[in-house]
Nanobody
Framework: QVQLVESGGGLVQAGGSLRLTCAVSGRTFFTRGVGWFRQAPGKEREFVAAISVSGDSTWLADSVKGRFTISRDNAKNTVYLQMNRLKFEDTAVYYC?????????????????WGQGAQVTVSS
């Protein structure tokens, strides 16, 4: 059984920073890419960032390029999302998920297991 637990969310002022952590249990972590998605009230879940198994390849949504960074520590079964220069429009519930393959993907259907989500609220 694969479980993902997000942490690090909270309330921050615009321009501030937060780091989200996704702790993944199970051996699946070592063979799967991992992605971050977010969902704001009344909106569909959208892609934010993804990282390959090795961590050598990463993908970012255009809306967060230059502000967010994704990384992983395979020794700790953990993936991070460093969010800098946060904007009001970054407010959402953030989810991490394990991909069905070794690479990251922008599509939600390409992910198999999901965490429960972490709330990020950016005040303007």
């Amino acid at each position: 059984q694969v479980q993902l637990v997000e942490s690090g969310g909270g309330l921050v002022q615009a321009g501030g920073s937060l780091r989200l952590t996704c702790a993944v249990s199970g051996r699946t972590f070592f063979t799967r890419g991992v992605g971050w998605f977010r969902q704001a009230p009344g909106k569909e879940r959208e892609f934010v960032a993804a990282i390959s198994v090795s961590g050598d390849s990463t993908w970012l949504a255009d809306s967060v390029k230059g502000r967010f960074t994704i990384s992983r520590d395979n020794a700790k079964n953990t993936v991070y999302l460093q969010m800098n220069r946060l904007k009001f429009e970054d407010t959402a519930v953030y989810y991490c998920a394990t991909a069905r393959g070794r690479w990251g993907s922008r599509g939600t259907n390409d992910y198999e297991f999901w965490g429960q989500g972490a709330q990020v609220t950016v005040s303007s």
